[in-house]
């Protein structure tokens, strides 16, 4: 019997199974690339959501402001509570003596919440407080 060139049905479902078997794997590697971009893309949002609440509570003496609320567009809200770490002080004058503001030390436990009031993050953060003049 004389053999025709070509595939046999065997090699053919052979080398069909083999494809099926390595897109298979393929398919599971993109879906965890997939997975991948999309925690990378959630980190990166609550990292720009901390960084926008931090820069929002630079500005915050808490000597003046011990606790309060800022809106974060759109529909988010920054809000802190302060406690202070140390006992007022009167800051260093220059080049020596006694300045004119008193220091306090504070920790600010800092929330970032949705519209709904949900908390999306909560951070602690270190500030420190003055106001002029000496203790009381």
């Not at 949002?45 to 808490?62: G, H, V």
Request: glycine share 8%.
């Amino acid at each position: 019997m004389k053999r025709i060139a070509g595939f046999s049905l065997l090699e053919a479902m052979i080398a069909l199974a083999i494809a099926a078997v390595c897109l298979a794997a393929i398919m599971g590697l993109q879906q965890q690339f997939v997975q991948s971009q999309r925690r990378a893309e959630a980190a990166t949002a609550a990292a720009d959501l901390k960084t926008s609440a931090l820069a929002l509570i630079r500005e915050i003496n808490p000597d003046e402001r011990p606790e309060g609320e800022i809106a974060l567009p759109p529909n988010l809200a920054v809000r802190w509570t302060s406690t202070p770490l140390t006992e007022p002080k009167i800051s260093a004058g220059f080049p020596n003596g006694d300045g004119q503001f008193t220091v306090t030390l504070y920790r600010l436990n800092v929330e970032i919440t949705g519209a709904n009031g949900a908390s999306l993050q909560t951070f602690e953060v270190e500030r420190m407080g003055s106001t002029l003049g000496s203790p009381q």
